[in-house]
């Protein structure tokens, strides 16, 4: 019974490029949630989703990112003109329910040069 | 905003000792969770907790569900090597499916 899948584990990307991180949930999990992570300190709460819709983002910055957890396929985080500041490390959870515990991935650790 | 502080930050001790560690709440929660995460891994789930005063065990660990609904705390008994690792506690936020975290406590075990 595979866990949180996310790829890649490491992304470097230059200011200015776009980054893609992706994650499939648990199998029956249809609750994704995005977290940032920055050096010693705990996640920060980005954005949550259900399959096709975006059910609470106030915790993403309103310009450069987005995201969408499709019909079919994983969930995608995707931050444009990336900057210094990106750089971080990007945790997907999944949940059966909302209220559920949330089972987290290993993580896309984002280096910008 | 909702903040949880975690305490202490960081704790060395000797393979064989028993630790403890808090988090407290600026206000009410109903749910508190406690994840550990080893370096470059995402946060697993070691317990979670539902109601005020619920003690629950999972192994040589135990935690508990502060009867003020505001805190919680976390014991390792006879703490190994593979105890290592930084230790979370989380609670819901005030939006739908939003986990606010504390800044962890992280722990080192002399063999």
């Known amino acids: 019974n595979a866990g949180v899948m996310q790829n890649p584990r490491h992304l470097v990307r230059r200011r200015g490029q776009e980054a893609r991180l992706r994650c499939s949930p648990m199998k029956g999990h249809s609750h994704v949630y995005w977290y940032r992570q920055l050096p010693e300190e705990g996640l920060k709460f980005m954005v949550y989703l259900q399959k096709e819709n975006i059910i609470d983002e106030s915790g993403m910055p309103k310009e450069r990112f987005s995201a969408e957890f499709p019909k079919e396929g994983p969930s995608i985080l995707r931050i444009q003109q990336v900057v210094r500041g990106d750089s971080a490390a990007y945790f997907c959870?999944?949940?059966?329910?909302?209220?559920?515990?949330?089972?987290f991935g290993d993580g896309t650790r984002l280096s910008i040069l | 905003g909702q903040q949880l502080n975690q305490s202490p930050q960081s704790m060395f001790i000797q393979e064989g000792e028993d630790v403890s560690m808090n988090c407290t709440s600026s206000s009410i929660f109903n749910t508190w969770l406690w994840y550990k995460q080893d370096p470059g891994e995402g946060p697993v789930l070691l317990i979670a907790l539902y109601k005020a005063g619920e003690l629950t065990s999972n192994g040589r660990l135990t935690a508990q569900f502060g009867i003020t609904r505001k805190d919680s705390f976390l014991n390792i008994s006879a703490s190994i090597p593979s105890d290592v690792g930084i230790y979370f506690c989380a609670g819901p936020g005030g939006s739908q499916g939003n986990l606010i975290f504390g800044k962890g406590t992280k722990l080192s075990v002399k063999p």
């Open positions: 959870a999944s949940s059966p329910d909302l209220g559920q515990p949330q089972h």
